[in-house]
C-alpha cells in the first residue's frame, strides 16, 4: 500500500481531482439511474439505495416521476455532499477552489491556493451536515436490519456470497458514518474538561476510540471504500435478479 500511495504522489497534481470528478459523476449518474428506472428487492435482498422504500407504495397523488427511493437517498446523499472530506475533494476536482496544494517549488497550478474563496452563498448550507448526520443514524440502523434479514430466507437461516457483500457494505458505510467529525463532536469533541463534567471520563474514551477511525485519514478511507461497496452491493442484486450469476449459498440451513 506504501509503494502505491508513493507512486500516487508521483504523478501530476491533477490526476486526482480530474479521478474524483470522474468517480463521483459516475456515482451520481448511476445513482440516479438505479432510483428511477430500476426495482430495487430479489428475494430476501434489498439494494442500498432503496433500503426501507424498496416496497413502498406511494399515494396517488404523488407525481409519478417521483419514486419511492427518492424519500429515502437524499439523507445519504445530502451527508455525503456536506462531509468535510467530500467538500474538499469536490471543492478541487469540480470547481478548482483550489484544485490542490503546491509540495513542490516547480508546480504551477491555474489558480493559487491562497485566493480560496471558503463556503459562501449557496454553500453555506454545508453547515447543515451535522442533521444529516443525525438522519444516517436512522438510514445506517435499516442497513445493518437488512443486512441481517440476508442470512434468513423462506428455507431458513443460511449464509450465502450476497450476504457477504451486504455485511461488508453496512461496517464500511457505518465506519464513514461514525468517523464523521459531527459524530465525534456530538459524543465528546465538544467538552472542554472532561473530568469537570459527570461521565467525563467514558466519553473521552468513547471519543479517544471513535478517534482511531479518522487516524492517517481514515474518514477519507472509509468515504471511498463505502462509496464502491455501495455500487458493488447494488450491481450484485442486479446480476443475481437478472439471472447473469447465481447467489452461491457459504453455509445452508442447518449448517
Known amino acids: 500500500m506504501s509503494a502505491i500511495a508513493a507512486a500516487w504522489k508521483r ?25 428511477v428506472l430500476y ?23 404523488v407525481p409519478g416521476f417521483i419514486t419511492a427511493p427518492m424519500l429515502l437517498l437524499w439523507i445519504p446523499l445530502g451527508f455525503r455532499a456536506t462531509c468535510y472530506y467530500y467538500r474538499k475533494a469536490y471543492y478541487r476536482a469540480f470547481f478548482w477552489d483550489p484544485p490542490a496544494c503546491q509540495s513542490k517549488a516547480q508546480q504551477r497550478e491555474p489558480r493559487s491556493p491562497e485566493n480560496y474563496n ?18 444516517s443514524i436512522f438510514v445506517v440502523a435499516f442497513l445493518w436490519y437488512e443486512a441481517f434479514y440476508t442470512v434468513f430466507t423462506p428455507d431458513g437461516f443460511q ?18 458514518t461514525f468517523s464523521c467529525h459531527s459524530f465525534r463532536h456530538l459524543i465528546g469533541g465538544n467538552m472542554d474538561c472532561y ?11 468513547i471519543y479517544s476510540g471513535v478517534s482511531r477511525l479518522n487516524e492517517n485519514g481514515g474518514h477519507a478511507r472509509w468515504a471511498w471504500l463505502s ?12 446480476f443475481i435478479a437478472a439471472g447473469v450469476i447465481q447467489d452461491y449459498v457459504l453455509i445452508p440451513f442447518g449448517g
Open 11 to 35: 504523478l501530476p497534481w491533477w490526476v486526482e481531482p480530474m479521478t474524483v470528478v470522474f468517480v463521483l459523476t459516475a456515482f451520481g449518474l448511476y445513482s440516479f439511474a438505479v432510483i
Open 39 to 61: 426495482q430495487g428487492q430479489y428475494e430476501q435482498y434489498i439494494s442500498p439505495f432503496f433500503s426501507f422504500t424498496a416496497t413502498m407504495e406511494l399515494p396517488g397523488w
Open 118 to 135: 471558503g463556503e459562501r452563498a449557496l454553500f453555506v448550507l454545508n453547515n447543515v451536515h451535522r442533521y444529516f448526520f443525525y438522519a
Open 159 to 176: 449464509i450465502a456470497v450476497g450476504s457477504l457483500f451486504w455485511f461488508v457494505n453496512i461496517i464500511l458505510v457505518s465506519a464513514y
Open 195 to 205: 473530568s469537570c463534567n459527570r461521565g467525563g471520563n467514558i466519553r473521552r474514551k
Open 227 to 238: 462509496l464502491f461497496s455501495l455500487l458493488l452491493t447494488d450491481i450484485y442484486l442486479r
